[in-house]
């Protein structure tokens, strides 16, 4: 699955025209410019969909700069593909369904970059904040442990723009409600961006409970669950339930799919991010004092745009 990257012409000229200056060839640690320049590089001209703000032509014609003959090179080779005409207005209202979820935005207007990623929910990058934000795209810092003496707190320093979150989780019914609603908010509370204007769409996938599992055993936490779960319209009320606790300010929708009794994964996705839990996300006193693995995975890493796609579109019950 290639990389949507909506390229403003000016910022790809700018990104390559005040790039650091190599004065060492030796090894670069992740968090020095020439090191994250090239990485930016990488993705600008490997498995990448370009989408340019100018035609074919004004293209051709500027293509005595170094970058456009790098970038021309690479579509020739057919490591990236160009589309010309293709990057939205974005002072004007522009319909964000139809932009791709992990789709960045590269943009030269230094000014205005907080507030369109703030209005959208997703990831725009200046010429000015190119360093500011590369640990979004490209760190090492890819695992947490969640047990007694730690909580979901601990991923608000992955804090990133999102319009969008599943929670893949078979078990998150399994404890009693002053459990879930804990983990639950926590949870949120450390992903969700505080300053996002728009709906964010959040998508829960689990098992609904039961008063006994598929073996006949009973569910010794069903009374908690009863009054939402054993009702007809039991979707539209597990829906309710979980905004209320987490909407506060933030303009939220959840859509709650029900999954099979044979998944076992425990995910949760957003828009650049891919995290994975042990456990789960909703854990109880056992599964604090055990501790839980928790793997951040970061979409420019190999394979897991894919892994990503490949969840999100994972058919569900009807």
Same mark, same amino acid.
């Given at each position: ?22 004065? *060492? ?139 969008? !979150? ?12 002053? !459990? ?43 009374? *908690? ?41 425990? #995910? ?16 109880? #006193? ?22 990503? *796609? ?9």
């Amino acid at each position: 699955m290639r990389y949507s990257l909506y390229c403003e012409y000016n910022f790809l000229t700018g990104f390559y025209d005040n790039r650091p200056i190599i004065k *060492d060839e030796g090894i670069f640690s992740e968090d020095t410019q020439i090191y994250m320049w090239k990485k930016y590089c990488d993705l600008f001209l490997k498995n990448s969909n370009l989408y340019l703000n100018i035609c074919v032509e004004d293209f051709i014609n500027k293509s005595n700069h170094p970058f456009v003959k790098m970038i021309m090179k690479k579509k020739t080779e057919g490591s990236i593909k160009l589309k010309f005409d293709r990057f939205p207005q974005l002072f004007k209202d522009f319909d964000i369904d139809q932009i791709q979820k992990h789709a960045i935005f590269f943009i030269s207007d230094n000014e205005n970059c907080e507030q369109l990623q703030n209005n959208y929910g997703m990831l725009f990058i200046s010429n000015d904040d190119l360093y500011r934000k590369a640990s979004i795209l490209f760190s090492d810092d890819t695992f947490r442990k969640i047990d007694n003496n730690t909580d979901w707190n601990i991923l608000k320093q992955f804090g990133h723009p999102c319009n969008f !979150i599943l929670l893949i989780d078979n078990f998150i019914f399994s404890n009693e409600k002053s !459990i879930f609603e804990k983990d639950f908010k926590m949870l949120f509370d450390s992903l969700l961006p505080q300053k996002h204007k728009r709906c964010i769409s959040i998508t829960i996938r689990a098992k609904r409970p039961s008063a006994k599992d598929l073996s006949g055993k009973e569910n010794k936490h069903w009374k *908690d669950w009863k009054e939402i779960f054993d009702d007809d319209d039991w979707k539209n009320k597990v829906e309710i339930y979980c905004e209320e606790i987490i909407k506060e300010k933030r303009p939220i929708k959840i859509k709650f799919q029900e999954i099979d009794n044979s998944e076992h994964d425990r #995910h949760l996705i957003t828009n650049y991010y891919w995290f994975s839990s042990g456990y789960g996300f909703i854990l109880n #006193h056992n599964q604090r004092a055990k501790g839980t693995d928790i793997h951040i995975h970061h979409i420019t890493q190999p394979y897991v745009l894919d892994r990503m *796609d490949e969840l999100i579109n994972k058919k569900t019950k009807e």
